[in-house]
């Protein structure tokens, strides 16, 4: 019954590695979401798409990608990871359809940076 | 910018008794107003949502209520069960934005006490 998945639960990097965290859902919806989780913080909107190949910046797109060459994929690219990118993120999709706005997240990824 | 202030940050009540958590958000335009409940290690799932057409929504223990010409909502949970303990999330779409842009404020840990 697994929806919106995400590839990897826990990874650890190091400092300047490239990192890629794939996500992918199978509900045929058209927007795709990337936030980041931080106590305190609550949930920051990295960036968004709303169609294929259609990419928005979020609150905080400073040191991140994304791709998303196919509908059902959406994924978050660190160029040179850095250890302040130690985060939990959390995929999320959405239908594009006026008052159905309810997001379907995937079960996050823990990201360390040493 | 676009931000919602979401208060307390903790909140801890006896069970059976209830629950308020406040969020202040500034764009006034902004007509959906959704409420996610995160248990511990989970994924965020939507518990209740309210739009700007109606100034509160019932769901059993749960309740949300909008203001908008203070520009704050908040969600009251009655009744309170261990069940409820969990971080609690506010999030608006801002109207001048793309439609699918969903912002979320820093959450509440809400803890019942048996």
């Known amino acids: 019954d697994v929806k919106v998945t995400q590839s990897s639960r826990y990874l650890v990097k190091r400092t300047g590695e490239k990192v890629f965290l794939e996500c992918v859902q199978d509900m045929d919806h058209e927007n795709m979401f990337w936030y980041r989780q931080d106590p305190g913080l609550g949930l920051r909107l990295i960036y968004f798409s709303y169609d294929v190949k259609m990419k928005e910046k979020g609150d905080i797109p400073e040191g991140y990608s994304v791709s998303r060459e196919k509908k059902e994929r959406f994924s978050l690219i660190l160029e040179s990871a850095s250890t302040n990118q130690t985060s939990m993120y959390l995929c999320?999709?959405?239908?594009?359809?006026?008052?159905?706005?309810?997001?379907?997240f995937g079960a996050g990824s823990r990201l360390t940076v040493l | 910018g676009e931000n919602v202030e979401q208060h307390p940050s903790t909140l801890s009540v006896q069970e059976g008794d209830s629950a308020v958590i406040k969020c202040t958000y500034s764009?006034?335009?902004?007509?959906?107003f959704p409420w996610y409940k995160q248990e511990l290690g989970k994924r965020p799932q939507l518990i209740i949502d309210i739009r700007s057409n109606v100034g509160e929504k019932k769901d059993q223990r749960i309740a949300v209520t909008l203001n908008k010409t203070a520009k704050h909502f908040s969600l009251h949970i009655t009744e309170t069960q261990p069940e409820d303990s969990a971080v609690y999330f506010c999030a608006f779409i801002p109207r001048y934005s793309s439609a699918s842009k969903i912002i979320f404020g820093s959450g509440t840990r809400l803890s019942i006490r048996p």
């Open positions: 999320a999709s959405s239908p594009d359809i006026s008052g159905a706005n309810v997001l379907t």
């Open positions: 764009d006034s335009a902004s007509n959906y």
